[in-house]
């Protein structure tokens, strides 16, 4: 599969940017997801928004129906890790799809157990996206509110710093798992459909000190 990439810092934060160009292998790993089980695992807010669908199981790195899609991605986290000087690459440590209806999304949250995270878009157009947000330091320190705020949506683009990437089909997005996120409410009435994957490290991480760490992880 042919791709087109970007690498783009957004306020100071690496974001990656990766396409798939064949509509055809865009077509069939939507089947394939389209098909997983769902289920919703509301047991926080992140869930509030979800009625009738979720996630899927978060192994999918081992579906043998998308290992091409799978190698492509550690592909993109190939270059990734190059620009980001990581010697010794990453691997998924655990992927997992996400189901979302007409009206649904999934609330703020971020990625626990991993060094980069990721999003690709199997189905989705302009009109919904993925948000990524963090604290304003200069309201956050001096906790001057000049302006009222009557919606979270207000609020976010008055007070924080916001990076909005649209679910574009085949698209594949690589950030810092640490920073907030969430995706916006779908506005078309047929399902969303992305695929979430984390990844770590592998061998020797050595900062150029005495300390260092040697990681395997189990996949």
Avoid at 21 to 41: F, G, H, R
Avoid at 98 to 106: Q, S, T
Avoid at 136 to 150: A, G, L
Avoid at 192 to 198: D, P
């Amino acid at each position: 599969m042919k791709d087109n990439h970007m690498f783009e810092p957004v306020l100071g934060i690496p974001f990656f940017r990766f396409d798939i160009s064949s509509k055809e292998k865009i077509e069939e790993t939507y089947n394939i997801l389209a098909k997983l089980p769902y289920k919703n695992n509301g047991t926080n807010q992140i869930w509030t928004g979800v009625k009738n669908n979720g996630q899927s199981g978060s192994d999918l790195y081992t579906h043998p129906l998308l290992s091409y899609l799978f190698d492509w991605m550690q592909d993109c986290i190939s270059e990734v890790c190059n620009q980001l000087k990581i010697p010794n690459g990453m691997v998924c440590n655990s992927a997992w799809a996400n189901k979302n209806a007409l009206g649904e999304c999934f609330f703020d949250h971020t990625h626990d157990n991993c060094f980069l995270s990721s999003n690709y878009y199997a189905s989705g157009n302009s009109n919904s996206s993925t948000r990524w947000h963090y604290p304003n330091p200069y309201f956050d320190k001096t906790n001057i509110y000049p302006m009222t705020h009557n919606s979270p949506e207000e609020y976010e683009n008055l007070y924080k710093l916001v990076y909005e990437e649209p679910t574009v089909p085949g698209r594949f997005i690589v950030f810092p798992p640490t920073i907030m996120h969430r995706s916006t409410p779908n506005k078309e009435n047929c399902d969303r459909i992305t695929l979430a994957a984390n990844w770590f490290p592998t061998g020797l991480v050595n900062s150029g000190g005495v300390s260092h760490l040697k990681v395997k992880v189990m996949q």
